[in-house]
């Protein structure tokens, strides 16, 4: 099935084209969210999150959206959250190497 036609089927709730869209770009989303958030656990949930948020986020996409770059874009975005959250949270003196 032609990217635009698995679209199409993905936006009426397939959830089969749904993965055969998504399919080939999740090792490299996985290791465009390590390089960001430099943990694998993490990196893992920035994939699963931008996952969800493209299922939720397929009916008003517009048609003519490039999925890869709009996907890619949710990844790198969720990726760089997380990072921020994980910066903002402190250190516990027992985590301190000694």
Known sequence: MASSSLLDAARTGDEGAFRELVEPYLSSSYRI????????????????????????????LRPDTNFKAWFTRLLVNEARRLAGRRR???????????
Do not use: C, M, N
């Open 33 to 60: 969210a390590i390089g960001i958030v430099l943990d694998r656990e993490l990196a893992r949930d920035a994939v699963q999150e931008a996952l969800l948020r493209a299922h939720r986020g397929l009916k008003p």
């Open 88 to 98: 903002r949270q402190p250190v516990l003196l027992a985590e301190l190497p000694r």
